[in-house]
């Protein structure tokens, strides 16, 4: 009887490829876990609510475009380039300051008649979390525009002011995109 003298390894290559798989899985599934997941915020509303009522949220939004103009005033301004874009582009910013900040609003129908009976809610985020997120409902009428007073902001970066006003079945969105330097 003749004996094989060749070893066949073929065995622990299938056994070493089984426990590399499982490792990477294993290191997948833990570093998905250690990042943090945060829900969108359009329209002001959860993920989910918005996905639910997206037909009434847009018919609600085109009402008030058609009817009312949402203005930020008494900002400073600047603009600011878009990195990691293909073509060169730029975006108006609203300048903040470190410490309280005050936001003024003007809403208006298309006659320039200011709206003093809209129901206002402003929300400050930065985009990416919701960690510092500062929500602000029922904003009060001064001198003739929508104040929004005493925003405290201490860390720099990017920050969205966003503005939600109802005006009967008619709901306008405002989205602004702002700077706190360093």
């Known amino acids: 009887m003749a004996k094989n003298k060749n070893k066949t390894y073929w065995p622990h290559m299938i056994l070493g490829f089984l426990i590399v798989g499982v490792t990477l899985g294993y290191w997948t599934v833990q570093h998905a876990i250690s990042l943090p ?23 609600a939004k085109a ?74 409902k029922n904003i009060p009428v001064v001198d003739g525009k929508f104040k929004v007073d005493n925003i405290e902001l201490t860390k720099p970066g990017r920050y969205t002011l966003q503005l939600k006003a109802k005006i009967g079945k008619a709901i306008g969105y405002s989205e602004i995109p702002a700077y706190l330097k360093p």
């Open 37 to 59: 997941v945060q829900e969108s915020n359009d329209y002001m509303l959860k993920y989910q609510e918005a996905d639910l009522n997206i037909n009434e949220i847009i018919n």
């Open 63 to 136: 009402l008030f475009d058609k009817n009312y103009k949402i203005e930020i005033v008494n900002v400073k301004r600047v603009e600011q380039e878009l990195e990691n874009t293909k073509r060169a582009k730029s975006e108006s910013v609203v300048i903040l300051s470190k410490g309280k900040n005050s936001f003024f609003y003007s809403i208006t129908d298309k006659n320039s008649v200011f709206m003093k009976d809209a129901n206002i809610t402003f929300f400050l985020t930065r985009p990416h979390t919701v960690k510092e997120d500062i929500l602000v």
